[in-house]
């Protein structure tokens, strides 16, 4: 039988077969999870599985197909592992909100780069429009800006006004999307909003840290009136790219990798080499210094992982 994994809890998962659309509560078997790898999932939101019925209809799941592509983050306390968020996406969302809870222009880039790794397609989502001042709404115009330049999608929204909601509907619809952004940036309320009657849980922000509560525990693909689904994830903290060399790392950059052509060595790094076109390129505003950190910062990431 096959299906596809459209709920994972960590050692439970929902599967929902292919040409019943029953859905199965599944179970992998213990030989999955001695296959060596740097990954603390053997499954994630999106695989697509084949999986045999035993006594009281559970499932197990004997085989994952060959995904697509998959956007994963750093596990907790744990340097060399990483967890898979989703698999075999179409299209993937970031969240930002400038307030409530801040989002970083570098978290942002992580995304990004992700994205340009692993082959999936990105819309950054500029959430909470409705509560910002007039002068905050330009710093997001000025950021909206940024990004189109260098090739990025993003639209305006609000879950509360319904800010531009019909058009985000038609850019999901019929396809796999993935929400990611900070604990609070608006996900769930996002989720509820395109798709009344699914009632998932919402919080508030902390006051303390003006950081959001996590209210997603778990990975799980919810499916659209208008067509498609969408995987909510829990709050991520950190993205991560495993596995890459530093000189690939500009590969994930497109205004950095299109500058490269004009530099002097054709092994350029763009850290301290004459003639670089990505340094210059700086001093004329042509590359934006918060993406040239972001890049060096990947760049010694990659750089230590090669020596741990």
Same mark, same amino acid.
């Given at each position: ?149 260098? +090739?990025? !999608?993003?639209? /305006? &929204? ?9 058009? #985000?509907? %038609? ?109 210059? +390129?700086? !001093?004329?505003? /042509? &590359? ?9 910062? #990947?760049? %010694? ?8």
């Amino acid at each position: 039988m096959k299906g596809k994994v459209i709920k994972s809890t960590g050692s439970w998962y929902q599967v929902l077969e292919t040409e019943t659309g029953k859905i199965f509560e599944a179970r992998i078997r213990g030989k999955f999870k001695l296959i060596k790898t740097r990954l603390t999932n053997p499954l994630a939101v999106g695989d697509f599985v084949e999986f045999q019925l035993e006594q009281d209809d559970i499932a197990w799941i004997t085989k994952i197909e060959p995904r697509r592509n998959y956007l994963i983050r750093k596990s907790v306390n744990l340097s060399k592992e990483a967890h898979i968020i989703a698999s075999n996406i179409d299209l993937a969302c970031f969240i930002f909100t400038l307030k409530h809870p801040e989002t970083s222009l570098g978290f942002l880039d992580r995304f990004l780069a992700c994205c340009e790794a692993y082959n999936i397609t990105p819309l950054i989502l500029f959430n909470k429009i409705d509560v910002l001042h007039e002068e905050e709404i330009e710093i997001v115009k000025d950021i909206e800006f940024l990004y189109s330049e260098i +090739g990025y !999608e993003s639209l /305006e &929204i609000s879950s509360y006004s319904k800010l531009n909601l019909d058009q #985000l509907k %038609e850019l999901l619809k019929d396809k796999t999307s993935v929400f990611f952004g900070h604990s609070g940036c608006g996900k769930s309320t996002l989720v509820n909003a395109l798709q009344p009657g699914l009632n998932l849980k919402t919080s508030e922000i902390s006051d303390t840290h003006l950081k959001g509560k996590h209210t997603t525990t778990f990975a799980q693909m919810h499916f659209w009136d208008f067509g498609g689904n969408v995987i909510d994830t829990p709050g991520v903290r950190e993205f991560a790219m495993i596995d890459i060399e530093k000189e690939e790392v500009q590969h994930y950059f497109p205004e950095i990798f299109k500058k490269r052509e004009e530099c002097k060595f054709h092994n350029c790094l763009h850290i301290n080499e004459p003639k670089c076109a990505v340094i210059a +390129g700086l !001093e004329t505003g /042509e &590359i934006q210094h918060s993406r040239y950190s972001t890049y060096i910062k #990947l760049m %010694e990431e990659a750089e230590e992982s090669v020596q741990k």
